[in-house]
């Protein structure tokens, strides 16, 4: 295969994922999609893959960052019930300084910048941030899902497609918003 010195490789990456989306039809998992794209590339172009990679290194890192820190979070919600929290926080005041640790390690997204800080480092207005940003995305969500519930009731037994257009959905979604 003649490489040449100017790839784009964004291009063609996107044209390997473009094919493997086509080959899985219209129900497809992203992860199986996405297995195979780095499949073919191994097989079929090495070089483009690991030129690919190694141009989205920091994208990549960055986004593995922020799943481990929403991880945590959710690990911290997950074994701290009320209950539990209220002993530990009693724990916490009467001494006992790792009873909190799950929580006072958990680091939030503080600033538009996406800079990260841990629970324990927050201040007033790292917390208001914090809050505004989980409200935000609490609203998108609720918006999102009042969206999917009014097309559940039109459409029936039928699908998305055979009810509407790509103009009326324009249209029900502005209506909601």
Same mark, same amino acid.
């Given at each position: ?44 172009d090495p ?49 006992? *300084? ?12 503080? *600033?538009?910048?996406?800079?990260r800080k ?16 989980? *409200? ?42």
């Open positions: 295969m003649y490489v040449s010195l100017k790839r784009n490789l964004a291009r063609e990456v996107r044209e390997a994922v473009d094919k493997e989306l086509e080959a899985a039809g219209d129900t497809f998992i992203a992860g199986v999609v996405a297995s195979r794209v780095v499949a073919r590339l191994r097989q079929d070089e483009l893959l690991a030129k690919f990679l190694d141009q989205h290194a920091e994208p990549i890192f960055t986004r593995m960052v922020g799943d481990i820190t929403r991880a945590q979070r959710s690990h911290a919600r997950a074994v701290s019930s009320r209950s539990v929290f209220a002993g530990a926080l009693e724990r916490y005041e009467s001494g006992e *300084t790792e009873a909190l640790g799950a929580w006072l390690d958990t680091i939030y997204v503080v *600033t538009l910048g996406q800079q841990h629970l324990r480092d927050m201040d007033q207005e790292d917390l208001v941030y914090a809050a505004r940003d989980y *409200t935000d995305r609490a609203k998108s969500n609720a918006s999102q899902a009042a969206f999917l519930r009014a097309l559940a009731d039109r459409v029936g037994a039928r699908t998305v497609g055979e009810v509407f257009t790509d103009e009326e959905l324009s249209r029900m979604w502005n209506s909601l918003a």
